[in-house]
């Protein structure tokens, strides 16, 4: 579902990130940890072009993201054909990012309507339903100051969900949420995986990686350092990076 190959990125003389590779299969979660700085981000913002990196190729199900292949180059994509790309893609942000004048069931109806040309009566039902799959069928005309931290993110979730997306991108969900919301955002996720979407999902939240992630990928300076089922990353970890930062956050 998602390929990432020999992707490279600099911000301005420093290079974030240094040649990755990643596959994540359909139906799979893959978990990236590592400390700030380490590319985790930046590598999250190249799979739906938000970046773009400056080497290397991504492809969300088969599809060359940005670019179209002409023989042996590639040319850059207009930003009408990178939007029609990214509706597919849905990212969560660390901080919701929602319309505050809207209500929360607006929030989530407002792409499928503008992006995907829906009728505005069908896109809220869809959205009515969004809601409630994510708890929060209560709160349909609730406005975004009138809700929880941890409700704004499932609102988020839910609108993410409403372009029926490939693949659902997560950056650091949580770290924007006092501790005690924390965990409805993350049963949220949970359930997610449980049904089968397909998610990469940046945590600092270990223990809730070695519990969703088929893959759990470590990233320090801009390289994938170690990558691999749960069982062998977070408890035999080969690189003594690896293992220093999982000492640390334990």
Same mark, same amino acid.
């Given at each position: ?5 020999? %992707? ?10 240094? +040649? ?24 999250? &913002? ?24 002409? =023989? ?17 893609? +849905? ?91 924390? +965990?409805?955002?993350?049963? @949220? ?5 449980? +049904? =089968?979407? @397909?998610?990469?999902? %940046? @945590?600092?939240?270990? =223990? ?6 088929? @893959? ?33 956050? &334990?």
């Amino acid at each position: 579902m998602v390929e990432v190959r020999g %992707v490279r990125k600099s911000f301005g003389d420093v290079e974030v990130l240094h +040649g990755v590779d990643l596959d994540v299969h359909a139906g799979e979660v893959a978990t990236i940890l590592g400390p700030s700085g380490s590319g985790k981000s930046t590598l999250l &913002r190249t799979i739906n072009h938000l970046e773009r990196p400056d080497a290397g190729i991504v492809r969300v199900d088969g599809e060359l993201m940005g670019y179209r292949r002409v =023989g042996d180059r590639l040319h850059e994509l207009k930003e009408r054909a990178v939007l029609r790309q990214r509706a597919r893609i +849905g990212f969560v942000f660390q901080n919701f990012h929602l319309f505050p004048h809207l209500t929360a069931v607006e929030n989530v109806a407002e792409a499928p309507v503008g992006a995907l040309r829906r009728p505005r009566a069908e896109a809220r039902r869809e959205a009515a339903a969004l809601l409630a799959r994510v708890g929060l069928g209560d709160r349909l005309d609730a406005y975004p100051r009138q809700l929880s931290g941890g409700q704004q993110q499932r609102v988020a979730i839910a609108r993410a969900l409403g372009l029926s997306p490939r693949v659902l991108l997560f950056d650091e969900p949580t770290s924007a949420l006092d501790p005690e919301l924390v +965990g409805e955002v993350l049963t @949220t996720i949970r359930d997610l995986a449980l +049904g =089968g979407t @397909t998610m990469i999902v %940046v @945590t600092h939240e270990v =223990g809730f990686a070695r519990e969703i992630a088929d @893959t759990v990928v470590f990233m320090d300076r801009g390289h994938v350092v170690e990558q691999g089922p749960p069982a062998e990353v977070l408890d035999r970890p080969d690189h003594p990076r690896t293992r220093a930062f999982l000492a640390q956050v &334990r």
